[in-house]
C-alpha cells in the first residue's frame, strides 16, 4: 500500500472515529442556535365539552461534526405548578389545568423522562451544517370554570445535543 492510501485510509478511520456516538453528546465542536413558536391556546370555554389543543415548534439548527446516529433530546421544566404532570397557567389568583405532550395523541407527558413523563429524541440530518425540529403539543382540560382574563405559565425548554 502505497503512503497517499495509507494516509488516506487513517484519514477516513479518523473521520469516522469523530462520528461515533459519544457518551451524551451527539455533535463534536458545534454552534448551535434553537428557537420556538409560542404555545397559544386562544379562547378557553368552560362549557366546551372537548379539551383545547394547541401544537408549538421546537428548531434545532448546527454547524459541526455529527456523530454517527447522533440526535437531539428535548425536555421541558415543570412550569410554576412545580409538578410536570399537573401543570397550571395563572392569571391571579386563579389557575386553569394543561399539560404539554411529546406525541399527537397527548398521552406522554413531556418534561425529563422521570416519574411518568417522557422527552423528545430527534435524530440529527447532516455532517456539517444540520438542522432538525420536533412538535410540541398542549392541551386545557376541559370543564374548567376559572375566572375569564389570560393565564399563562413559563416552561423552560433544554434542548441537549
Not at 423552560?156 to 445535543?161: D, G, K, L, N, R
Request: aromatic letters at 6%.
Amino acid at each position: 500500500m502505497s503512503g497517499s492510501a495509507r494516509l488516506l485510509r487513517w484519514c477516513l478511520l479518523a473521520i469516522l472515529a469523530a462520528m461515533l456516538p459519544a457518551a451524551a453528546q451527539a455533535c463534536t465542536l458545534c454552534s448551535c442556535t434553537t428557537s420556538s413558536t409560542s404555545l397559544s391556546f386562544g379562547s378557553y370555554s368552560p362549557v366546551t365539552a372537548s379539551p383545547t389543543d394547541a401544537t408549538a415548534q421546537v428548531s434545532i439548527n448546527c454547524t459541526g461534526v455529527v456523530s454517527l446516529f447522533g440526535q437531539v433530546e428535548i425536555t421541558a421544566s415543570p412550569g410554576a405548578s412545580g409538578a410536570a404532570l399537573q401543570r397550571t397557567m395563572s392569571h391571579g389568583g386563579s389557575t386553569l389545568r394543561y399539560n404539554l405532550y411529546a406525541d399527537p395523541g397527548r398521552t406522554q407527558v413531556l418534561a425529563d423522562g422521570t416519574g411518568g413523563t417522557t422527552t423528545i429524541a430527534t435524530p440529527l440530518n447532516g455532517l456539517l451544517v444540520f438542522s432538525t425540529s420536533a412538535p410540541v403539543y398542549g392541551r386545557i382540560t376541559a370543564g374548567q370554570w376559572v375566572a375569564s382574563g389570560s393565564y399563562a405559565d413559563t416552561i423552560v425548554i433544554t434542548v441537549q445535543y
